[in-house]
Protein backbone atom coordinates (compact mmCIF):
# COMPACT_ATOMS: atom_id res chain seq x y z
CA UNK A 1 0.00 0.00 0.00
CA UNK A 2 1.20 3.67 -0.88
CA UNK A 3 1.61 6.12 1.84
CA UNK A 4 0.30 9.62 -0.01
CA UNK A 5 1.07 13.58 1.34
CA UNK A 6 0.03 16.22 -0.87
CA UNK A 7 1.12 20.33 -0.12
CA UNK A 8 0.77 23.24 -3.06
CA UNK A 9 -2.85 24.10 -1.82
CA UNK A 10 -2.92 27.61 -0.93
CA UNK A 11 -5.38 30.67 -2.00
CA UNK A 12 -5.20 32.14 -5.08
CA UNK A 13 -7.15 34.45 -7.11
CA UNK A 14 -9.06 33.76 -10.38
CA UNK A 15 -6.80 33.39 -13.55
CA UNK A 16 -3.91 31.93 -11.29
CA UNK A 17 -2.27 29.14 -10.51
CA UNK A 18 -0.93 26.12 -8.26
CA UNK A 19 0.88 23.68 -8.50
CA UNK A 20 -0.11 20.72 -6.13
CA UNK A 21 2.43 17.99 -5.31
CA UNK A 22 1.92 14.21 -3.97
CA UNK A 23 4.87 12.43 -2.00
CA UNK A 24 4.54 8.75 -2.30
CA UNK A 25 6.26 5.90 -0.48
CA UNK A 26 7.58 3.10 -1.75
CA UNK A 27 9.31 1.91 -5.06
CA UNK A 28 5.83 0.28 -6.43
CA UNK A 29 4.91 4.00 -6.45
CA UNK A 30 6.15 3.24 -10.48
CA UNK A 31 3.58 0.87 -10.85
CA UNK A 32 0.01 2.66 -9.62
CA UNK A 33 -2.46 4.40 -11.30
CA UNK A 34 -2.16 7.63 -9.67
CA UNK A 35 -5.19 10.09 -9.43
CA UNK A 36 -5.94 13.23 -8.18
CA UNK A 37 -9.65 13.81 -6.69
CA UNK A 38 -11.09 17.31 -5.93
CA UNK A 39 -14.40 17.06 -3.18
CA UNK A 40 -16.20 20.74 -3.33
CA UNK A 41 -17.79 22.11 -0.28
CA UNK A 42 -21.29 20.07 -0.55
CA UNK A 43 -20.59 17.83 -3.14
CA UNK A 44 -19.14 14.54 -3.68
CA UNK A 45 -15.75 13.65 -4.50
CA UNK A 46 -14.86 13.67 -8.01
CA UNK A 47 -11.68 12.96 -10.00
CA UNK A 48 -10.18 15.53 -11.50
CA UNK A 49 -7.19 13.55 -13.27
CA UNK A 50 -5.35 10.29 -13.86
CA UNK A 51 -2.53 9.29 -14.82
CA UNK A 52 -1.45 5.15 -15.75
CA UNK A 53 2.29 3.63 -14.84
CA UNK A 54 2.93 4.55 -18.32
CA UNK A 55 2.18 8.12 -18.48
CA UNK A 56 -0.94 8.20 -20.29
CA UNK A 57 -3.39 10.52 -18.52
CA UNK A 58 -6.82 11.32 -18.54
CA UNK A 59 -8.97 14.50 -17.40
CA UNK A 60 -12.12 15.85 -16.61
CA UNK A 61 -13.96 17.69 -18.90
CA UNK A 62 -13.93 20.72 -16.49
CA UNK A 63 -10.35 20.55 -16.60
CA UNK A 64 -9.44 19.78 -19.70
CA UNK A 65 -6.18 22.20 -21.23
CA UNK A 66 -5.97 23.52 -18.20
CA UNK A 67 -4.36 21.01 -16.05
CA UNK A 68 -1.78 18.94 -16.47
CA UNK A 69 -1.11 15.64 -14.34
CA UNK A 70 2.26 14.27 -14.39
CA UNK A 71 4.16 11.93 -12.22
CA UNK A 72 8.42 11.62 -11.54
CA UNK A 73 9.31 7.86 -10.46
CA UNK A 74 13.06 8.94 -9.53
CA UNK A 75 11.07 10.85 -7.22
CA UNK A 76 7.98 8.88 -5.97
CA UNK A 77 6.22 12.40 -6.63
CA UNK A 78 2.66 12.98 -8.71
CA UNK A 79 1.89 16.80 -9.57
CA UNK A 80 -0.50 18.74 -10.89
CA UNK A 81 -0.16 21.93 -12.19
CA UNK A 82 -3.40 23.74 -12.41
CA UNK A 83 -3.17 26.87 -14.94
CA UNK A 84 -6.52 29.30 -15.25
CA UNK A 85 -7.99 28.66 -12.32
CA UNK A 86 -11.51 29.25 -11.73
CA UNK A 87 -13.54 29.72 -8.35
CA UNK A 88 -15.41 26.43 -8.97
CA UNK A 89 -12.25 24.90 -9.06
CA UNK A 90 -12.21 25.16 -4.95
CA UNK A 91 -12.30 22.26 -2.89
CA UNK A 92 -9.69 20.01 -1.37
CA UNK A 93 -7.75 18.35 -3.33
CA UNK A 94 -6.62 14.11 -2.68
CA UNK A 95 -3.95 12.15 -4.33
CA UNK A 96 -4.50 8.35 -4.67
CA UNK A 97 -3.07 5.38 -5.88
CA UNK A 98 -4.36 2.07 -7.19
CA UNK A 99 -2.30 -1.18 -6.67
CA UNK A 100 -5.02 -4.04 -5.87
CA UNK A 101 -6.40 -1.83 -3.45
CA UNK A 102 -6.60 1.86 -2.88
CA UNK A 103 -4.74 4.40 -1.24
CA UNK A 104 -5.13 7.94 0.01
CA UNK A 105 -3.47 10.94 1.10
CA UNK A 106 -4.94 13.37 3.59
CA UNK A 107 -6.08 16.08 1.09
CA UNK A 108 -5.15 19.72 0.50
CA UNK A 109 -7.27 22.93 0.15
CA UNK A 110 -7.39 24.95 -2.75
CA UNK A 111 -9.49 28.03 -2.62
CA UNK A 112 -9.82 30.55 -6.02
CA UNK A 113 -11.35 33.93 -5.50
CA UNK A 114 -12.78 35.78 -7.98
Known amino acids: QLQLVESGGGLVQAGGSLRLSCAAS????????MYWYRQAPGKEREVVAS???????NYDNSVKGRFTISRDSAKNTLYLQMNSLKPEDTGVYYC????????WGQGTQVTVSS
Open 96 to 103: AGYINSWS
Open 26 to 33: GSIFRIAD
Open 51 to 57: IRSDGSA
